[in-house]
T-cell receptor, first 113, second 116 residues
Framework: DQQVKQNSPSLSVQEGRISILNCDYTNSMFDYFLWYKKYPAEGPTFLISISSIKDKNEDGRFTVFLNKSAKHLSLHIVPSQPGDSAVYFCAASGGTSYGKLTFGQGTILTVHP | GAVVSQHPSWVICKSGTSVKIECRSLDFQATTMFWYRQFPKQSLMLMATSNEGSKATYEQGVEKDKFLINHASLTLSTLTVTSAHPEDSSFYIC????????????FGPGTRLLVL
């Protein structure tokens, strides 16, 4: 039962353009969402998070949007840089899984110079 | 801030031996730490939740006698893979949740285990 889904295994973007990474969830009890960036053979690095009481959170080049009615969130990276190339995981917590994170499968982002 | 370390980063061992992995929160106190494993090209799968001073809580399907977890202090949790077998070869990652911040987990760099 995949409660958090990232349906795009990969995304390729030109440097300077916007990268949009998407994530869907099925558990309506989730109330906190996070995005992590991960390089091979390294642990995930926290990027940005959003609580369900908000619909947008911005931090520098990173913005996360949450659409609760659609159970959908997205991460926007503007402008994209080659150093952003990595695997991006969305994660969710809340309800009976409070404190635990449920991860999506990840999306490989490649930013071309 | 919020740095988590893991040791060792790489370990190769013979089948049947036990391996201990340490997870430390370097600049904050963590009452709760989490242990994950990741298989190639797959997502992170939570193995267990480690609570300081109490027994760990294991996820369904994870053998508690095989994966021993000890959380002796607010900055250290250890995972011991007992009688390791080749199918235990994986990437093990810990995370820690800072006191007062119940939502965000900060991850260690991971430990690659190869059992021959």
């Amino acid at each position: 039962d995949q409660q958090v889904k990232q349906n795009s295994p990969s995304l390729s973007v030109q440097e300077g353009r916007i990268s949009i990474l998407n994530c869907d969830y099925t558990n309506s009890m989730f109330d906190y969402f996070l995005w992590y960036k991960k390089y091979p053979a390294e642990g995930p690095t926290f990027l940005i998070s959003i609580s369900s009481i908000k619909d947008k959170n911005e931090d520098g080049r990173f913005t996360v949007f949450l659409n609760k009615s659609a159970k959908h969130l997205s991460l926007h990276i503007v402008p994209s840089q080659p150093g952003d190339s990595a695997v991006y995981f969305c994660a969710a917590s809340g309800g009976t899984s409070y404190g635990k994170l449920t991860f999506g499968q990840g999306t490989i982002l490649t930013v071309h110079p | 801030g919020a740095v988590v370390s893991q040791h060792p980063s790489w370990v190769i061992c013979k089948s049947g031996t036990s391996v201990k992995i340490e997870c430390r929160s370097l600049d904050f106190q963590a009452t709760t730490m989490f242990w994950y494993r990741q298989f190639p090209k797959q997502s992170l799968m939570l193995m267990a939740t480690s609570n300081e001073g109490s027994k760990a809580t294991y996820e369904q399907g994870v053998e508690k006698d095989k994966f021993l977890i000890n959380h002796a202090s607010l900055t250290l949790s250890t995972l011991t893979v007992t009688s390791a077998h080749p199918e235990d070869s994986s990437f093990y990652i810990c995370s820690a949740r800072e006191l007062g911040n119940q939502e965000t987990q900060y991850f260690g760099p991971g430990t690659r285990l190869l059992v021959l």
